[in-house]
């Protein structure tokens, strides 16, 4: 029977920091949901970040990328060191990783999960249920500029915004299908085409293209600027949202705020294609003030298994812990101090096992 058990193969890269505290904390609920729904996990642990680093002068092997194309998803932890310049970090490893694997798509999910209280006023903290989906492999951080004339007066420094059709049509089709798949089927699509007149009008262009596919969404466009008064003051017009690769990384770091805190959040770096495996992640970083002292809130990580199991096809799973993790807000006995609890990451973890075995004998 063992032969046939449904089998995920899992690269986990902890990471700096609390990554490795709360990805080993994520790891004991994704082996309680596999062992509950009836598949198995396969992890493979590998110590790459920023002590690599020191030892080798390297995030990852040269091979790394290479290494994680057969897998079927990846489990991130953080990454980031006081150390180590963030261009270094970033780049060598969580950007080689998206970059190399294509993974153009990545998801940010937003609800302010009940129990919790956000800096908005409740009524409207309430409405906040938000996809917002980011272009992942050009735009902005395409990597493309350079510098001139170093240390002279005339010094220079640019980046180059790179938009492409097929680059800017995926994404929006991914978009696009994604609001399709929500009970509310719209879209809004964010651009800065008053002020930016190439890239940013083709990519309007584009995904006005795109768009006509899709007749039954409901579509809208913001400016970027507006988009930001938009999420804190009418949370609740606001679904799936499609934005380029900068745009999206200020909104979502908007959108962390307003659902409370950063302990929470989670993220998915896609290849819909599913030609190579994607990378699931919690938002927050690698947060050395706290590292160490075993209180870093592990939720982000709970929601990133169940990101990645829902990518699987593991729905029920994937709901057990969603639901799992809401019963544990919303009951606030057990909550790390982030959220204003005092309880420890292995305290937390012990909770959420229980309310997954709860809420499974209940079903
Ligand atoms: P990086 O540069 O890697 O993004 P950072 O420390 O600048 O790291 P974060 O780690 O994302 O930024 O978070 C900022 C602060 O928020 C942390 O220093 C920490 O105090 C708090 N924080 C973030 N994530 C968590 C968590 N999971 N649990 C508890 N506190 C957290």
Not at 134 to 146: T, V
Not at 154 to 178: H, K, N, W, Y
Not at 314 to 331: H, K, L, S
Request: net charge negative; glycine share 12%; charged share 25%.
């Amino acid at each position: 029977m063992g032969g046939f058990m449904r089998t995920y193969k899992i690269a986990v890269i902890p990471g700096d920091g609390i990554g490795t505290e709360v990805i080993t904390a994520g790891c004991e609920v994704l082996d309680a949901a596999a062992a509950a729904f009836g598949f198995q996990l396969d992890f493979e642990h590998f110590d790459w970040g920023s002590d690599y680093y020191r030892r080798t002068g390297k995030m990852m092997p040269d091979d790394g990328v290479e290494r994680l194309r057969s897998f079927d998803a990846i489990y991130f932890g953080a990454v980031g060191d006081p150390h180590i310049p963030d261009a270094v970090t970033l780049w060598g490893l969580r950007l080689a990783i998206c970059q190399g694997l294509d993974q153009y798509a990545n998801v940010r999910p937003t609800r302010l999960l009940p129990g919790l209280t956000g800096p908005l006023r409740p009524e409207l903290g309430a409405e906040i249920d938000w996809v917002i989906v980011r272009e992942n492999s050009e735009g902005e951080y395409a990597g493309i500029g350079g510098r001139a004339h170093p240390g002279l007066p005339l010094e220079v420094g640019m980046d180059v915004a790179v938009f492409t059709r097929g680059g800017v049509e995926r994404i929006c089709r991914f978009a696009c299908d994604l609001a399709r798949s929500r009970p509310r089927k719209k879209l809004t699509i964010v651009t800065k085409s008053n002020a930016q007149r190439h890239g940013m009008v083709f990519w309007d262009d584009i995904c006005r293209r795109v768009i006509a596919d899709y007749s039954d969404l409901e579509v809208d466009w913001m400016l970027v600027d507006a988009m930001t008064t938009r999420m804190v003051l009418k949370p609740g017009t606001i679904d799936t949202v499609l934005a380029t690769n900068l745009h999206a990384d200020i909104l979502s770091d908007l959108a962390s705020a307003v659902a409370g805190s950063l302990g929470i959040g989670a993220t998915a770096n896609l290849d819909p294609s599913r030609s190579g495996p994607s990378m699931f992640e919690p938002i927050h970083g690698s947060a050395f003030d706290i590292t160490g002292k075993g209180i870093a809130n592990p939720i982000g990580s709970f929601w990133t298994a169940a990101l990645m199991l829902e990518h699987f096809g593991e729905a029920d799973a994937a709901g057990n812990i969603m639901q799992a993790i809401e019963t544990t807000t919303r009951d606030g006995r057990i909550l790390p101090p982030d959220l204003g609890g005092t309880a420890r990451t292995s305290e937390v973890t012990r909770r959420m096992l229980d309310a997954m075995e709860k809420a499974r004998a209940a079903a």
